[in-house]
């Protein structure tokens, strides 16, 4: 049998008299798949063992969110129980996990699911069962496509947008530059891959050159070797953080000083850059749409003080300098919202209407000129980026905030 881990945080439920808050009208329990008087029950998937299991702390970090949302009374009188298990990165795991949460759990809703391998292998049924599978935590194109996956959602720009600005900007900088591309081989490292031949189109043939790693290599150091010897002007790292940052150590290493961009899931200097060593990053490239509580750029920027502020308070064993906490909040900050515009209809119809009419959105974790904006034909939540480089102690943020869909 499956080992499953598996966490809830449901606090101060509500007594009947919240049912109603003024101005709300709330659903009938009968309509609302896991939305009762008291409580809306959301569900995810996450790792919480296996090769990634680092980034499992952001199902941590808006388990310790929705206990502060209870505390403050919840949405619409109704507090948030939050319902999580682990899939080890293991797509056939997911599966399980997610039939659970949805056939026995009765979750309203999806919320923040992991991995781009995961998320491929239940997105069918999910769709099919009309259950909203909202801002998930991927980097990839399709996750957009609101044709194919209408009750899905993904959150951050895709990797083929990102892409896509790195090598715009390396050809502004070296027009007949080379480029090389590590990735993941997977539909994240593959959207890199695709945005490159989006800028490069017929010369991608001639002036780019690939290697790909899988999330279980122990090291991509092979790979880095064999991309150095195409002798590229350009080195773009599409992956997870785990093989950014040996991507950074092996370049370094290797004296080998390429333009070098990162991806920006992987661009923490809490998680990446200073356990690498600044000194091996400097000049390293990457992309932004959030604070990073570790850059002394934003020491006295309210809203990473009001971030710091929960973390004490609510997620105390939580690292506040580690960005995936901050991305967490930041998503589940979100979320609230779209809950809040439900005003009290919580069936899964109007949860997905509600996703889907986020208009200029601001959340005081993104950079300046960032927002969020969704439509029923716009699944891309953010489409805004922009770059920045190692320079001293962190991040420097240089030219114009990009708007991806006019690329």
């Excluded at 063992?49 to 969110?65: D, H, T, W």
């Excluded at 044709?147 to 600005?165: C, D, H, I, L, N």
């Excluded at 356990?275 to 309210?302: C, E, F, H, M, R």
């Excluded at 980026?385 to 114009?400: C, N, S, Y």
């Amino acid at each position: 049998m499956v080992s499953i881990n598996r966490r809830t945080w449901l606090t101060g439920a509500a007594g009947a008299g919240l049912a109603a808050v003024a101005g709300l009208k709330p659903s009938l329990a009968e309509d609302t798949p896991g939305v009762t008087a008291t409580e809306i029950r959301i569900g995810s998937t996450t790792s919480l063992s296996g090769p990634v299991s680092a980034l499992g702390v952001q199902a941590r970090c808006q388990e310790a969110y929705f206990k502060m949302l209870n505390e403050q009374g919840g949405i619409a009188g109704r507090q948030i129980k939050y319902i999580y298990y682990d899939d080890a990165f293991n797509p056939a795991k997911t599966v399980e996990q997610v039939r659970r949460l949805i056939e026995s759990d009765n979750v309203a809703f999806l919320f923040n699911m992991l991995g781009t391998a995961p998320n491929s292998a239940v997105v069918k049924y999910i769709n099919a069962a009309k259950v909203p599978h909202l801002f998930l935590s991927v980097n990839g194109d399709k996750w957009g496509d609101y044709k194919s996956y209408p009750w899905t959602m993904g959150f951050a720009p895709s990797a083929r947008t990102e892409a896509q600005v790195f090598v715009r900007y390396a050809l502004s900088q070296h027009k007949d530059a080379k480029i090389a591309v590590l990735y993941q081989n997977d539909d994240l490292g593959k959207d890199f891959v695709a945005g490159a031949k989006d800028v490069l189109g017929e010369r991608f043939a001639t002036s780019a050159v690939v290697a790909s790693h899988e999330v279980t290599d122990p090291t991509i150091d092979s790979q880095i070797v064999a991309l150095r010897g195409a002798n590229p002007d350009v080195l773009i790292s599409g992956t997870t953080a785990k093989f950014c940052a040996q991507s950074i150590r092996k370049i370094y290493e290797l004296g080998w000083k390429p333009m070098h961009f990162i991806a920006s899931g992987a661009a923490s200097l809490s998680s990446t850059i200073i356990p690498v060593g600044l000194d091996k990053a400097q000049g390293t490239i990457s992309s932004a749409y959030i604070k990073d509580v570790a850059d002394p750029a934003w020491a006295n920027d309210q809203g990473v003080k009001d971030f710091l502020a929960f973390m004490e308070k609510y997620f105390p064993d939580g690292n506040p300098k580690e960005g995936y906490n901050l991305y967490a909040y930041m998503v589940a900050n979100v979320l609230k919202i779209v809950l809040e515009q439900c005003k009290g209809n919580f069936t899964r119809d109007n949860i997905m209407a509600q996703a889907n009419n986020l208009k200029d959105v601001y959340v005081p974790t993104l950079l300046p000129g960032i927002k969020v904006n969704t439509s029923p034909t716009n699944h891309h939540p953010l489409q805004q980026l922009q770059l920045q480089r190692i320079e001293g102690p962190g991040w420097l943020r240089f030219g114009e905030v990009i708007e991806g869909a006019n690329l």
